[in-house]
């Protein structure tokens, strides 16, 4: 019968960001120790505040599961004579096993049959393997930064202070730095700062909860989302909801209360942007909107205790508001007195690499790369010279809200900011909307760009970043993507999907590098190869990770990827053709003929040359269907297209099975992979069925 292990890592502080990669680390770490150490259990669970990193595993098992290690020998055949005694060989692999030649036994191989020495291991007790795991486990904790203390030389994300562990309410002995396992936990810091003994999972949870710690980040996130709606509730409003900062708090506290502030009404005539960065960013309070979403001058700030008196943490939290608030209302009215037109020659003091100039560079190259992108997409606008010339505005005004105090304070109100400014200063509503949008997508599934202005703006924005990147030999190497190069490569291939935006991507490429110019380091081939091969993988990722079937994509993507939009629908019209009934024989025969015709050179069929009426079938059949499926390529009917090559999977088997290819008549060799290629190249205008994985 399985037993219940306990562990609890407790620590000073470990900081909020480190806490949910941290609990899942341990799971994965426990469960492949267990697995190495063949012991059995069930449900892992892990749970944690910034004082303590606790694990349980249930039910495991007292003992490590028996091994038989097999080992195979010489074949019978020559372990034996003729008389049945055993040969030197076969006394020799007895011997090296350590077991007597009357306990070997023969297993059968498709090779023939082998002497065999079976060994069985008998498990260890599982009671003496868990100090070593559990010591592994906690050295073996990867964090984003660790230190040392005292005179230690193990490291930690912050210094430990306790550590429990149990095996069926047993401590379970071991030692990391100065610390002994025990069977001690220990209650909130400020709150109840005392030592407990620990026997059961059960014990524990209760124990922690009657020391003001609630250990389970689900339950506070729980707790903090009721609290803050009663307490947005009395004042009339709701708390505006936000993911990562309930995470934040629910990993910031082991007792989380709310108590809601207030702030003067005037500042709410500053953007609600800005007040909203004020109090997520910065001071980690969530905001009050009313039901039409508005914001309401009122905050709700998470605590670690329960306040004696909420009217002093109130006040408290309403000054350092009120503070923040003042300057960002002293940032937007300083901001508004210069246009931001007249904030573009400060870029050229503003660095965006040592290797690619200023962030007025930056703004010059993308602002040409826009108007020769503006000027090939077709967006349904009825003047496209005024489309082009608010591509130009926009582009030029851009990155103009970088030298504004405000930006400068909350960095991440780039482009917000750039918007209101230029809303105030009477730029075309469409214009200021682009400033904005151009920074989208600001994550790996965010919102995209809405106007077609904002959609060019960033399309060229993104791409000299990468082409500027990778033209000076910072391209992105295994995990390390310092400049977010993957998630730039992603918001552009995003961004024309989702416009349908007809851009050959090399072309695209070729016209950023040429803008580049003098400031590549690498051969403009060379960096066009490396940047072409980023973004198909980029593609390939994403559709694989959206479910597409990964042969399908590698299939689609065999052809090329100039065009994403094309490329997208061939893979979704690939996906309905498999279901075809044809699609199996008819990929496999597409295998055949790629196989057959891999090192020849393109010929011209000549009908005169054909020898059988199987061979010139197939080509009256590749002929009636050619034009066909040419015009539905064209027009992106992929799936029409693909039901029309499936007319050919009959015509192709039955040329197989009469058609000797390879005859040593060369004319009539030539003539038959003349026929091959022209079919094969039909083919893989919609896809590479050799890449097709199909069933043996």
């Known amino acids: 019968m399985g037993k219940e292990l306990l562990l609890e890592i407790g620590t000073e502080e470990i900081p909020a960001a480190f806490l949910p990669k941290a609990l899942k680390d341990m799971e994965e770490i426990i469960r492949k120790e267990l697995a190495d150490n063949r012991i059995s259990h069930r449900e892992i669970r892990t749970m944690g505040t910034p004082r303590r990193l606790f694990l349980t595993v249930a039910s495991v098992d007292e003992r490590q599961e028996?091994?038989?290690?097999?080992?195979?020998?010489?074949?019978r055949r020559v372990a034996f004579d003729a008389q049945g005694n055993p040969s030197p060989a076969a006394l020799?692999?007895?011997?090296?096993?350590g077991i007597a030649i009357s306990a070997l036994e023969t297993a059968t191989t498709e090779k023939g049959e082998y002497l065999c020495a079976r060994k069985k291991i008998i498990g260890e007790?599982?009671?003496?393997?868990?100090?070593?795991i559990l010591v592994r486990l906690i050295t073996g904790l990867p964090f984003r930064k660790s230190m040392r203390w005292s005179d230690l030389?193990?490291?930690?994300?912050?210094?430990?202070?306790?550590?429990?562990?149990?095996?069926?309410g047993r401590i379970v002995?071991?030692?990391?730095?100065?610390?002994?396992?025990a069977n001690i936990s220990r209650g909130h810091r400020f709150m109840d700062p005392v030592s407990f003994p620990v026997v059961s999972l059960e014990n524990y949870l209760s124990g922690t909860r009657k020391h003001f710690v609630i250990v389970d980040p689900v339950e506070r996130k729980g707790i903090i989302l009721k609290e803050t709606e009663k307490a947005a509730a009395a004042v009339g409003g709701s708390a505006l909801r936000n993911d990562e900062l309930l995470e934040t708090v629910a990993c910031l506290t082991e007792y989380p209360t709310v108590v809601c502030g207030n702030f003067d009404k005037e500042y709410l005539k500053l953007p609600s942007e800005v007040l909203i960065t004020t109090m997520i960013s910065h001071q980690k309070y969530f905001p009050v909107v009313n039901n039409q979403g508005q914001l309401l001058p009122h905050f709700l700030t998470i605590n670690n205790t329960l306040a004696r008196d909420p009217a002093v943490v109130r006040r408290g939290n309403e000054k350092v508001i009120r503070a923040r608030l003042s300057d960002a209302r002293f940032f937007f009215e300083t901001d508004r007195k210069i246009p931001l037109e007249k904030r573009i020659d400060d870029l050229k003091q503003v660095i965006f690499h040592t290797l690619l100039g200023t962030s007025y560079d930056k703004v010059m190259r993308f602002r040409e790369l826009a108007g020769w992108i503006a000027h090939r997409v077709e967006p349904n606008h009825a003047d496209k010279t005024a489309f082009m010339a608010r591509v130009d505005r926009a582009a030029l005004l851009a990155k103009a809200d970088l030298d504004t105090l405000m930006v400068g304070e909350f960095a991440e109100l780039q482009g917000i900011m750039g918007r209101e400014y230029a809303l105030l200063a009477g730029e075309n509503p469409v214009v200021a909307r682009a400033i904005y949008e151009h920074y989208l997508p600001t994550a790996a599934g965010g919102e995209l760009p809405e106007t077609d202005e904002g959609a060019v703006v960033s399309i060229a924005d993104k791409l000299d970043t990468i082409c500027g990147f990778f033209g000076v030999g910072l391209n992105p190497t295994g995990t390390a993507d310092p400049y977010a190069l993957r998630r730039q490569a992603l918001g552009v291939i995003?961004?024309?999907?989702?416009?349908?935006?007809?851009?050959?991507?090399?072309?695209?490429?070729?016209?950023s590098l040429a803008i580049l110019g003098p400031l590549l380091k690498r051969l403009p081939g060379e960096t066009?190869?490396?940047v072409l091969e980023f973004f198909k993988g980029r593609f390939e990722n994403q559709f694989i990770s959206q479910g597409h079937p990964y042969d399908v994509v590698d299939a689609v993507l065999a052809t090329g990827i100039q065009d994403l939009v094309r490329a997208s629908e061939k893979i979704r019209a690939m996906e309905v053709f498999?279901?075809?009934?044809?699609?199996q024989p008819l990929t496999i025969a597409f295998k055949r003929v790629v196989n057959i015709i891999r090192d020849f050179q393109n010929g011209v069929v000549d009908p005169s040359c054909f020898e059988c009426a199987e061979e010139r079938n197939l080509h009256e059949a590749f002929l009636k269907i050619r034009q066909n499926v040419m015009h539905h390529i064209a027009d992106g009917e992929y799936q029409v297209a693909l039901i029309e090559l499936a007319q050919l999977r009959k015509p192709v088997d039955a040329f197989f099975d009469a058609v000797m290819v390879m005859t040593n008549e060369e004319k009539v060799r030539f003539n038959r992979l003349s026929l091959l290629t022209e079919i094969s190249t039909l083919f893989h205008d919609v896809a590479d069925f050799s890449k097709i994985v199909t069933e043996s």
Request: hydrophobic share 40%.
């Open 125 to 132: 007790s599982t009671e003496v393997l868990l100090p070593e």
């Open 173 to 181: 002995p071991f030692r990391i730095g100065n610390i002994e396992s």
């Open 528 to 530: 066009k190869a490396s």
């Open 153 to 168: 030389e193990f490291r930690f994300a912050r210094p430990i202070h306790w550590l429990l562990a149990l095996y069926d």
């Open 66 to 75: 028996d091994l038989v290690i097999e080992k195979l020998g010489p074949a």
């Open 494 to 511: 995003n961004i024309i999907l989702k416009k349908r935006y007809r851009l050959p991507l090399n072309t695209l490429i070729d016209k």
């Open 92 to 97: 020799g692999f007895a011997r090296g096993q």
């Open 578 to 583: 498999k279901t075809h009934p044809d699609f």
